[in-house]
């Protein structure tokens, strides 16, 4: 079965020039206004700055068989049920004859405060697939094979999101691979685990830096863990969906 990746690379890396555009429209309007304390807070209230990244997967949905496949993105209909939660809203749903086929996060983050944001964004991104799949499995969705669920994070590729980070652990020992992790490494790894113990689909962390606006420029750490791998295992999940339409 042949997939389709809908030029990835080159939508990517129109996805990252949008990105550091949208922050910078943000930021100068937020000046304007005469709010210009708000620092890296403007750029993230902005709103819009996955959207490129969203677009690459409707193409590829569309690209790969299912042309009248429910894309939903509006607030209004991202919401699914949850089992330790009524609800929870995505960034992205896919549906087809009233299947859910996928369910998508995009996240970005932007320093300085990497410690504290990683934190949070590991606990939302293991929560929200634990809470999802145990919805699955007590038929949330009805009776149908497993959906797509993918997180995709863009990581300001920075001094302190590649410096070493130590940890206070007073009891026990932190996991060897977590000493000394720089938080870029340490959204590498947790991307890597989220896949092995079957919480996501797939997960991936790009790494970007601020003047990338004008060339799109992006680093990966792992294969695992790439655009590459995400947007195939997504290409393959929705042809198969749309073999069995």
Not at 131 to 138: F, G, S, V
């Amino acid at each position: 079965m042949a997939i389709e990746l809908a030029n990835y690379e080159e939508k990517a890396k129109e996805a990252i020039k949008a990105f550091w555009g949208n922050r910078e429209s943000a930021r100068l309007k937020q000046i304007e206004a005469g709010n210009a304390d708000q620092g890296e807070r403007a750029g993230v209230t902005a709103g819009k700055n996955m959207d490129g990244f969203i677009a690459l997967v409707v193409d590829i949905v569309r690209a790969n068989g299912l042309d009248h496949a429910g894309i939903h993105q509006k607030r209004a209909v991202v919401t699914l049920p949850g089992y330790f939660r009524p609800t929870k809203q995505w960034d992205l749903l896919v549906t087809n004859e009233g299947r859910l086929i996928a369910a998508l996060e995009f996240k970005s983050q932007v320093g300085p405060s990497f410690g504290n944001n990683f934190n949070n964004r590991a606990e939302e991104a293991i929560g929200t697939a634990h809470d999802l799949w145990t919805a699955y499995r007590e038929g949330a969705f009805g009776e149908q094979p497993r959906p797509f669920v993918g997180w995709l994070m863009l990581l300001e590729d920075a001094d302190k999101s590649r410096s070493p980070v130590k940890d206070a652990s007073p009891h026990f020992p932190v996991f060897p691979e977590f000493d000394g992790a720089s938080y870029a490494a340490r959204y590498n790894i947790m991307c890597r685990k989220l896949v092995q113990e079957q919480l996501y689909s797939s997960a991936s962390i790009l790494l970007s830096k601020r003047d990338a606006v004008d060339s799109g420029e992006h680093t990966e750490l792992a294969e695992l863990t790439g655009l590459k791998t995400f947007v195939t295992e997504l290409a393959g999940h929705i042809a198969v969906e749309a073999a069995r339409s």
